[in-house]
T-cell receptor, first 112, second 111 residues
C-alpha cells in the first residue's frame, strides 16, 4: 500500500516549456487535490477533483490545468512554465470531504 | 487574503514540557479543522482533527481545542519529545471540498 505517489520528485524547466506532474493513489479515494507550497505562504490549493472525470479550480489555478481520467490518477499540467511557478507541489487525496487529506512527498519544480 | 493564519513562525520548547501551537481563522463558515505535521522533504502527515460541534479532541499526547467565538484553535502536545520537531500546519474547510492551510509553525523540541 503505497498511499499517494508523485512523479517526478525533482524537475528543472526553462521558461516556456511544458510538463505534467503525475499523482497516483491506491486507497480508492474519491477526492484528489494539487497544492503548491511557497516560503511564507503555506499550502495553497491549485485545483481539485471530487471524483473521476471532474475537476474544479482552487485558490491559485492560473497557469495550470488538470485531468482526472481515472479515479486513481490526478495530473497537473503546466503549458508554458514561468519562474513564478517555481515551487514544491503536493498532491493529496481523501475518501470524502469530511476526511483528512493524505499527501504525497512532493515534487520540487524549478523554472529558470 | 489568508483565511487561516499561524502568527508564530517558530516555537522552541524543552523536552517534557507542553508545546502550544496557535491558529486563527476568519471564515465563520469553517466547520472542520485539522492539524498536520511536516518533516523536511516529506509531505504533510495528518495528526488530529476537530469538527465545529466539539470544542476539544484528544489523541494520545495531542489535544486540539476549538474556540468558535474567537475563531481560534490550538494544538497542545504534552509531553513534548525531540521527535515532535517539525513544521505544523493547521487547515480548515467549510464545504468539504477546499481545505485552507496556514503558513506553518516550526517547532523545535530541545533535549
Amino acid at each position: 500500500n503505497a498511499g499517494v505517489t508523485q512523479t517526478p520528485k525533482f524537475r528543472v524547466l526553462k521558461t516556456g516549456q511544458s510538463m505534467t506532474l503525475l499523482c497516483a493513489q491506491d486507497m480508492n479515494h474519491e477526492y484528489m487535490y494539487w497544492y503548491r507550497q511557497d516560503p511564507g505562504m503555506g499550502l495553497r490549493l491549485i485545483h481539485y477533483s471530487v471524483g473521476e472525470g471532474t475537476t474544479a479550480k482552487g485558490e491559485v489555478p492560473d497557469g495550470y490545468n488538470v485531468s482526472r481520467l481515472k479515479k486513481q490518477n490526478f495530473l497537473l499540467g503546466l503549458e508554458s512554465a514561468a519562474p513564478s511557478q517555481t515551487s514544491v507541489y503536493f498532491c493529496a487525496s481523501s475518501s470524502d470531504g469530511n476526511s483528512p487529506l493524505h499527501f504525497g512527498n512532493g515534487t520540487r519544480l524549478t523554472v529558470t | 487574503d489568508q483565511q487561516v493564519k499561524q502568527n508564530s513562525p517558530s516555537l522552541s520548547v524543552q523536552e517534557g514540557r507542553i508545546s502550544i501551537l496557535n491558529c486563527d481563522y476568519t471564515n465563520s463558515m469553517f466547520d472542520y479543522f485539522l492539524w498536520y505535521k511536516k518533516y523536511p522533504a516529506e509531505g504533510p502527515t495528518f495528526l488530529i482533527s476537530i469538527s465545529s460541534i466539539k470544542d476539544k479532541n484528544e489523541d494520545g499526547r495531542f489535544t486540539v481545542f476549538l474556540n468558535k467565538s474567537a475563531k481560534h484553535l490550538s494544538l497542545h502536545i504534552v509531553p513534548s519529545q525531540p521527535g515532535d520537531s517539525a513544521v505544523y500546519f493547521c487547515a480548515a474547510s467549510a464545504d468539504g471540498n477546499q481545505f485552507y492551510f496556514g503558513t506553518g509553525t516550526s517547532l523545535t523540541v530541545i533535549p
